[in-house]
């Protein structure tokens, strides 16, 4: 048994195909076939029901997946491990974050590629329970949320970043001169709003269950790409961090009296793991491009308050 055949049997499983493992694994599909046959030989087990539609794992297979996916974990643990004891970065960094978070994470993830062209960053864009569902099965390294209650058993978490909720709109409505506003000020607002019930949209919540009388909600949407298009094209608002339209001129945010409070969010990894180097030199970038914006972003809030006043 070879770990390159693990890796090929994994990426089937992932894809339900053969010519896609094959592209991902940059190898023909008939040499990644001889590689799985030669495993199931030597497993003496079939590994996958082939058909002219669909590739399916068999009962082995379902039993084997995970113990092969703990031999690859083991062995870049391992990989990892050496590495940092030469003190060089390389391998993989796996970064689980919601959409709402991106805006703060991605100017880290900018400079650490710069800084380390050999560790190749793969960012997942989950919610939050697939986050931590994906934290508990050691696929990501380190996963950045609001905190996750229950968890506290196997999973460190960390305070990494506070935001605070503010009303983004479009810098042609009447709102947007306003230094700040309170729940008054957006009753009979149309709303945008992000999919409810999510941990990370507490903000909205409060908002619905203690001054919806007036609420006039457009439309509910999940992804906030489409929500800042759709803001950019009309004067509707949406309740979001400040740090999401970050770069976007046709886009403003207004402070919420009653939202005054920060938003907190962590760092989760798994208890026990073996931290990265790399890891820890991630979040000391993050740490530092956080401390820096801030700067920036408290300068840039206070002239344009003092604009907004004289106006």
Known sequence: MEIRQLKYFIAIAECSSFSEASRRCFLSQSAISQQIKLLEEELNT???????????LTQSGEIFLPLAKKVIKSVCDCQEKMADINEVLSGDLSIGLTYSLEAYVRHAMVKFMKLYPQV??????????????????????????????????????????????????????PLSKKAEIS????ENQ?????????????????YLHHDARNLKV????????????????????????????????ELTSVKIKELSEPNICYVHRLKGAYCKKSSEVFLDILRESIEERQKY????????????KQE
């Open 218 to 249: 457009r439309a509910t949407i999940n992804d906030p790409c489409a929500i800042l298009n759709l803001l950019k094209l009309t004067n509707y608002i949406c309740l979001m961090s400040q740090h999401t339209i970050d770069g976007i001129d």
């Open 120 to 173: 190749h960053l793969k960012i997942y864009y989950k919610t939050i329970p697939e986050m931590i569902h994906m934290l508990r099965n050691g696929e990501l390294d380190m996963a950045f949320s609001i905190k996750v209650e229950g968890e506290e058993d196997w999973v460190d978490s960390l305070p990494i970043i506070e935001y605070e909720c503010c009303a983004v709109m479009n810098v042609t409505h």
């Open 183 to 186: 729940f008054k000020d957006l």
């Open 46 to 56: 079939t590994l996958f029901n082939r058909s002219s539609h669909k590739v399916e």
């Open 190 to 206: 149309g709303l945008i709003v992000p999919e409810l019930g999510r941990k990370d949209r507490n903000p909205i919540e409060y």
């Open 297 to 308: 972003n408290n300068l840039f809030h206070s002239i344009d308050t003092s604009c907004k």
